[in-house]
């Protein structure tokens, strides 16, 4: 901090840091700003949507501010962000990982009713274990059936060339429909009820509820620890193993990864399996850490929401994890703004589709913020 | 980019606005959290959220809902109401049970009402409303045997649980009862009151299942159905309309569908009331005069709770005989000379 060569430097490496990472200001546009600028323009068409249906102005003032305190004004908002995000960014981590290999998973809904149903099953029927072992056995039972769930697309588009888009939506339909029936088994089903609910996970299965001891209204659970432990296994397995290069150069490019020996068949089924154990783990710790049990569509969409979680994070797992915790924020906010604003909650949809509307419209939001970008034209003279 | 500046600055312009208004701080906040299918529902929450709005015109009180959009809200939408100093919390439905006997002991201090649900044994600090639902939905029953004309009628449900087949259960024993005093064979389908199985769609939102389920019905011969899944109900409405109220009536449930559902009103014989606004109202008062106390009401013919709707459109192609034996069923139901049930 003695004199100004210091921070010549420092400006110097951080510049060389920022090109490690982004590989170029391109890069740095399309990983940053352009999710920056789609949340902030979803949220002004928000307001414009608002004022469309009559909405007065300071009513929508309010349900800003409400949407701003719901989801980090307190600790309670902050716990409620953290709690809904846990399933999306893990579930937006098997998606992310399955984009970087080339598939286009739009299971993870499914892949998670399966997992947590099994997660569940493995809960009650292992009951009188001591946690330590029934806590990681449950929720490594919901990955590892979510994990064969998507790797029954996989397998198909490895041997028969069905593509996954297709084969993950009708694995998804079908999960609905298995799911209701397996709960009405009475095996599963919970006793004297007649509607599909199954038997409650028990305590020594749960995760546990991390801030319980400030207040009981706290669902923060230990999920989180699952998640963060997530994040950095994906970002060492798709950027430091072999594997994750596998995947990668399958992405990018099939023949050429084909060529250089790699085994397109293998690696598909592998990608479509640890997406789909991701998702079976984001099932599992829903129904470990928040639900209790399960019921029909306790899914809820995250699936579908973690598609988008995926897309926002541009696939990286660091940016899945920001982009996680923006639409969790955006639940719990959501939900306060329909409690103190009575803006109703639908809109939080909306707002979100939007996002993804201008995420996948990049040149869309460079045409709204010009001033945000470098001009294209010179990136052509530097290539 | 003039155009985005001037959004900018009206929502510059709004947080201002906010900053100035005060919050009003009211006597008494009455919150509620509905099921699925939201709060436009034309049926179930839609008539208990009608009960705390009643309440906010009859008293100075603030009313505030939250909607669960999927059975995974439940817990989260009451915790936020917890949160939210509401001096009581109303549920709205039958699987909300868990989730608010969960915060009800989390929380002994806040007073809870549930909507269709009874502790047993009874939680100090929750009120359970429930509904004789059977006895309206009997006379129903009753009705559509003496004006089906192809002596079949029919029924399906949202989810197999007790609420909902409350009133198929009446419907199902109303037709029965009709056959025995009339010597006639008028079929139910959809509903089976001893093995508990029947038709049932599986939510309480989708308008094509009602549509769907009611058309099903409608080809097995039945010309009047009765649907008990909140707006669900609504899809069957919407075919009864383009078919004509010749080949298909509905019969409503919850409240009265041709005041909640006027464009389609004239397809409703009579819908069966379960009078949620009334005892919403009535728990909104024992909370405000503090007399709350945990327990249950429970809304029977005989105290209104339950009742059936006047018969609108049909309300003069219906023989005045059997309005009157209607009548006269509803009066043994009340003195107990009438079981619903086998």
């Known amino acids: ?383 | 980019m003039t155009f985005l500046n001037k959004i900018t600055a009206r929502t510059g312009l709004a947080a201002a606005l906010l900053a100035g208004t005060v919050m009003t701080a009211s006597a008494f906040t009455a919150c509620q959290v509905t099921d699925t299918g939201g709060i436009d529902d034309a049926g179930f929450n839609q008539t208990a959220w009608k009960g705390v709005q009643d309440a906010m015109e009859a008293s100075d009180i603030e009313g505030r809902f939250l909607e669960s959009q999927a059975e995974t809200d439940y817990e989260a939408n009451l915790n936020s109401l917890i949160e939210g100093n509401c001096d009581i919390i109303v549920t709205v439905g039958f699987l909300m049970g868990d989730a608010t006997k969960a915060a009800a002991e989390a929380n002994p201090e806040q007073k809870f009402s549930i909507v269709d649900f009874a502790y047993d044994p009874t939680i100090p600090n929750v009120l359970g409303q429930v509904y004789a639902t059977d006895q309206g939905a009997f006379l129903a029953g009753y009705l559509a045997a003496g004006m089906s004309q192809t002596g079949v009628v029919g029924t399906f449900g949202g989810i197999n649980i007790p609420p909902v087949t409350a009133f198929m259960d009446g419907f199902y024993y109303g037709v029965q009862y009709y056959n025995e005093q009339k010597g006639t064979d008028v079929m139910v389908l959809g509903w089976n009151p001893e093995s508990s199985e029947g038709l049932f769609t599986g939510n309480f939102d989708s308008l094509d299942d009602g549509r769907a389920f009611a058309e099903n019905l409608h080809q097995e011969g039945a010309d009047i159905v009765m649907p008990v899944a909140g707006p669900v109900g609504l899809g069957s409405a919407q075919l009864a309309d383009e078919m004509g109220t010749d080949s298909l009536k509905i019969i409503g449930v919850d409240a009265d569908q041709t005041q909640t559902d006027p464009e389609k009103a004239h397809v409703y014989l009579t819908s069966v009331l379960k009078r949620m606004d009334s005892t919403v109202t009535q728990v909104i008062d024992m909370a405000m005069n503090d007399t709350f106390e945990g327990g249950l009401i429970v809304g029977t013919l005989e105290n209104e709770g339950v009742g059936l709707a006047p018969y609108g459109a049909f309300e003069d192609s219906i023989p005045e005989e059997l309005k009157a034996e209607i009548e006269a069923v509803k009066a043994g139901i009340i003195d107990g000379s009438i079981q619903v049930g086998m």
């Open chain 1, 1 to 383: 901090m003695s004199s100004g060569p210091d921070l010549k430097e420092v400006n110097e490496r951080m510049r060389g840091l920022m090109a490690r990472t982004t590989h170029g200001r391109d890069d740095f546009e399309d990983l940053v700003i352009v999710p920056l600028f789609a949340v902030v323009v979803a949220l002004i068409f928000g307001a414009l949507i608002m004022l469309a249906t009559a909405v007065d102005l300071p009513t929508i003032g309010r349900s800003f501010v409400a949407l701003a305190v719901g989801s980090v004004g307190s600790l309670s908002a902050w716990s409620e962000t953290l709690t809904a995000s846990i399933p999306l960014v893990l579930a937006g981590l098997g998606l992310g990982l399955g984009f970087r290999a080339g598939l286009f998973n739009i299971g993870a809904e499914g892949q998670l009713l399966m997992g947590g149903l099994a997660a569940v099953v493995a809960g009650f029927t292992l009951a009188g274990l001591p946690w330590i072992i029934h806590l990681p056995l449950t929720l490594l039972i919901g990955a590892l059936v979510g994990a064969l769930y998507a790797a029954i697309a996989g397998f198909l588009k490895a041997t028969t060339g069905a593509h996954e888009v297709i084969s993950t939506i009708m694995l998804n339909l079908i999960s609905y429909r298995l799911l209701d029936w397996l709960l009405r088994q009475p095996f599963i089903q919970r006793e004297g009820r007649s509607d599909p609910i199954s038997k409650d996970v028990p305590p020594s299965a749960e995760l546990p509820r991390i801030l319980d001891f400030i207040d009981v209204n706290l669902r923060l659970h230990a999920g989180i620890f699952v998640m963060l432990a997530a994040v950095a296994f994906v970002y060492w397995m798709l950027f430091r193993s072999k594997i994750g290069f596998a995947f990668r150069a399958s992405g990018e490019n099939p023949d050429a990864a084909n060529y250089a020996g790699m085994n397109a068949a293998f690696i598909i089924v592998l990608a479509m399996g640890t997406a789909g154990a991701l998702a079976g783990l984001a099932g599992a710790t829903q129904v470990t850490g928040v639900l209790g049990r399960a019921s029909p569509g306790f899914s809820a969409g995250i699936g579908f929401d973690a598609i988008a979680v995926a897309l926002l994070g541009r696939s990286h797992p660091v940016g899945i994890l920001f982009a996680g915790i923006l639409f969790g924020a955006l639940e719990a906010g959501g939900r306060q703004m329909q409690v103190s604003a009575g803006v109703s909650i639908d809109l939080i949809g909306i707002i979100q589709a939007l996002i993804i509307i201008f995420i996948a419209a990049p040149l869309l939001v460079r045409a709204i913020f010009p001033w945000g970008f470098r001009k294209r034209t010179k990136r052509v003279g530097d290539a």
